[in-house]
Nanobody
Framework: QGQLVESGGGSVQAGGSLRLTCKASGFTGGGYWMAWFRQGPGKEREGVAA?????TTRYADSVQGRFTISGDRTTLYLQMDNLKPEDTGMYYC??????????????????WGQGTQVTVSS
């Protein structure tokens, strides 16, 4: 069973940028979907961006053009630009070996990090 550890969260003003990092360990073989999810105050956990085999990406409509996911099996990044107050929340890194529900839905992801807080003020 692998482990995921996120870092890079913080507090920024609207329009600012942050880069989240997720360090992965204990993963063997290939074919993992890696993704970032977030959960804002009083909201359900939602998929933000997903990556498969370094080149296949998926983004939520709300972050398309502002966020960029990249990385490989050992390190996953989320570059967040032009941040908005509605981007505030706990951001989680997740990994899945298989995919049936869809890469931005949490159901298939079995390995989760502890989260890193992002706060965007207006």
């Amino acid at each position: 069973q692998g482990q995921l550890v996120e870092s890079g969260g913080g507090s920024v003003q609207a329009g600012g940028s942050l880069r989240l990092t997720c360090k992965a360990s204990g993963f063997t073989g290939g074919g993992y979907w890696m993704a970032w999810f977030r959960q804002g105050p009083g909201k359900e956990r939602e998929g933000v961006a997903a990556l498969y085999n370094k080149f296949t990406t998926r983004y939520a409509d709300s972050v398309q053009g502002r966020f960029t996911i990249s990385g490989d099996r050992t390190t996953l990044y989320l570059q967040m630009d032009n941040l908005k107050p509605e981007d505030t929340g706990m951001y989680y890194c997740a990994a899945s070996r298989g995919m049936s529900d869809g890469p931005l839905l949490p159901g298939d992801y079995v390995i989760w990090g502890q989260g890193t807080q992002v706060t965007v003020s207006s």
